[in-house]
């Protein structure tokens, strides 16, 4: 299975974004997927998590609000739209994938099997 995140780049404060993971070489609707970012020196922090149907989302209190998760069954991709960007949003971004269901450890990254290679998201004040 392979996971290639994009849609990264330098964006304003109050900017938007939207990035994007396609998955291949697997089959992208029984995976539960999700964002995950990471800030140097800081740990792996859990952003959005989708379930397989796309019908069940979860947010991390930090971006609720401010970002949505879908998916896209015919494009095998996975997105996240990220308005009212903020410099504490910089980090790098990674998109990953469970074959298994992550319902009860959806914010915990040794949960998720598969991973992208990531992709930089840097907010300017």
């Known amino acids: 299975v392979q996971l290639q995140a994009s849609g990264g780049g330098l964006v304003q404060a109050g900017g938007s974004l939207r990035l994007a993971c396609a998955v291949s070489?697997?089959?992208?609707?029984?995976?539960?997927m999700a964002w995950f970012r990471q800030a140097p020196g800081m740990e792996r922090e859990f952003v959005a998590a989708v379930e397989k149907s796309g019908s069940t989302k979860y947010y991390a209190d930090s971006v609720k609000g401010r970002v949505t998760i879908s998916r896209d069954k015919a494009k095998s991709t996975m997105y996240l739209q990220m308005n009212s960007l903020q410099p504490e949003d910089t980090a790098v971004y990674y998109c990953a994938g469970s074959p298994s269901s992550i319902l009860s450890q959806v914010r915990n990254h040794h949960a998720y099997n598969y991973w992208g290679q990531g992709t930089q998201v840097t907010v300017s004040s």
């Open positions: 070489r697997g089959t992208f609707s029984t995976y539960d």
